[in-house]
């Protein structure tokens, strides 16, 4: 494993919040979030207890892939506001304790980027793939004068930026290799980006599809080599910074360079079932390859956690303490936890797991307050990638009140089309904040418990006792978790179980070694010093 410095004192003990920023709060009434927007929302995140905020792209764009076909690395997207708003973000933010990073889209741009714009008159560029001639397979045709075709690396609008190929091929001239003059301006050109948002007071990024630099890198040993290079870099240049990953698989991004990864609905040899096991349920996002499973967090009792466990296991063996496993309760590509036949009673003991296990919470806006994902709606800046993959039902307006949109303009002309739930019961953060007995109070509650409680956070000792249902496992020797997400009451016995004082419970009770749970019971129950 490659030697880095370690990461930052205070991500062991992050508790991540990723906000939208178009769906998250509208301050002017254009029907747009904006920085502004989260800037006046602050308290809530400050009160909920969340320390590090993650916002989605926020650069120029023109918004065919909701800001993550970049234009302009170094400006931030107008309808957002200013550069001055989001300084005065990050300032406000850190006023309250809260640290703020951004979203870094590191292996293509979009094809409005002045950089594509030149490359597309210029056979002598290579800052992006180019095949000279014909349009080879997963290519498209160029747009400029330039003959032949470029490689893409997600829609026929987000030209890959070249960072060479792991693997020659003569009869494939355009696959250079890594040191080439354009892979080394793509890897100087992250730095200069990195080093440009650092310097004005962010923390540091989430790196949007961190393993598709390198093309024909089969085993990622090239892309994992340009990602120490930066973390090296970064090491020295900013030590207070990290980095997060979209990779889905810690147990090799974590060995590249990065700070953390997130378990994620994607990667890995298993494809991502880590956390599809625990939440995905067959409805909202789903991946026509994925193989049907049942999830643990399921009314119907049919799940496992063995899948989580035994994915975390691999991971977290491999990372030891260079790194962090981040797990999310969704994110802006995945489906919320109220999905589908999930109901809100399900919730609680959601995120009882959540923020209880050792890794670091990542709580997805509006997930705090049971948001639902919204089935069948139309597409939305790129959102709809399949028959069943649409994105935009996990992408709509927080709801802070009950006013007809969630405090979004529906009059204004420039208005995004992002309908809230029409349920006349929909949660809101205005409800729920006055309600002690809601889900919001709930996080809150396990938010601080695991804030001020370190044997609850990422670096204390997790020792499973019983691998079904219920789940029960003890942190640091002496904090009891047990967890029951289905409808059915269910027990087990174990002794290393005993009564203890109650911190967060709801029809758990632990008799001797007998521990017995309702459906869709919590609890975390403190036994004291000596076990």
């Known amino acids: 494993m490659t030697s880095f410095r370690p990461a930052p004192a205070w991500l062991a003990d992050a508790v991540f919040y990723q906000i939208y920023p178009q769906s998250f709060a509208d301050s002017n009434g254009d029907g747009i979030g904006d920085f502004d927007g989260i800037a006046e929302r602050l308290d809530h995140l400050a009160w909920l207890g969340v320390n590090t905020v993650w916002l989605n792209p926020c650069f120029v764009s023109p918004f065919r892939d909701a800001g993550y076909d970049v234009s302009d690395y170094l400006a931030v997207a107008p309808r957002y506001g200013s550069l001055d708003d989001l300084a005065k973000l990050v300032d406000e933010a850190g006023r309250r304790g809260i640290r703020v990073l951004l979203d870094l889209v590191a292996g293509h741009t979009s094809d409005e980027h002045p950089w594509f714009k030149a490359a597309a008159h210029d056979p002598t560029d290579d800052r992006y793939i180019w095949a000279a ?187 030891g303490a260079s790194g962090f496993i981040s797990l999310p309760t969704a994110n802006h590509d995945f489906s919320r ?26 709580i997805y806006y509006g997930d705090e307050i049971g948001m639902r994902y919204l089935p069948g709606l139309p597409d939305q800046e790129g959102s709809v990638l399949g028959p069943r993959y649409n994105r935009a039902g996990s992408r709509t307006p927080m709801q802070w009140d009950e006013g007809p949109n969630a405090g979004f303009s529906t009059a204004a002309p420039d208005r995004l089309y992002l309908p809230v739930d029409p349920s006349p019961t929909r949660p809101t953060v205005a409800a729920q904040r006055a309600d002690e007995t809601s889900l919001l109070h709930l996080v809150r509650r396990l ?49 290393g179980a005993r009564s203890g004082v109650p911190l967060e419970a709801d029809g758990v009770a632990v008799n001797g070694s007998t521990i017995a749970a309702e459906g869709f019971a919590y609890g975390v129950f403190d036994l004291g010093p000596d076990r």
């Open 337 to 362: 936890l109220n999905c589908g036949p999930r109901t809100p009673e399900q919730l609680p003991a959601a995120f009882a797991f959540q923020l209880t296990w050792p890794t670091l919470p990542a």
């Open 133 to 319: 001639e014909g349009r080879p397979d997963g290519f498209v045709p160029s747009p400029g004068t330039r003959p032949g075709a470029y490689l893409p690396n997600f829609f026929a609008f987000q030209p890959a930026l070249n960072f060479g190929y792991a693997r020659a091929n003569p009869a494939e001239p355009w696959r250079l290799p890594v040191d080439a003059e354009g892979p080394r301006a793509n890897r100087a050109a992250l730095r200069t980006i990195m080093d440009h948002w650092l310097g004005l007071g962010l923390s540091g990024f989430r790196v949007d599809m961190a393993a598709s630099l390198v093309k024909d890198d089969p085993d990622k040993t090239e892309t994992a080599k340009v990602w120490a290079e930066l973390r090296h870099w970064l090491d020295g240049a900013h030590p207070d910074a990290v980095l997060l990953s979209e990779w889905g698989e810690p147990e090799v991004s974590v060995p590249a360079g990065f700070h953390g990864d997130f378990f994620l609905q994607f990667g890995g040899p298993t494809d991502g079932l880590a956390l599809r096991s625990l939440w995905s349920n067959g409805e909202g996002t789903v991946n026509e390859s994925w193989d049907p499973l049942d999830c643990f967090f399921d009314r119907s009792g049919r799940g496992s956690p063995r899948p989580f466990l035994e994915a975390w296991e691999k991971a977290s063996t491999a990372l």
């Open 447 to 495: 938010v601080s418990l695991r804030t001020h409680t370190p044997q609850l956070g990422s670096r204390g000792s997790v020792e499973v006792l019983h691998a079904g249902h219920p789940f029960v496992y003890l942190r640091g020797g002496r904090y009891l978790v047990v967890v029951n997400p289905q409808e059915r009451e269910a027990s087990c016995t174990h002794d």
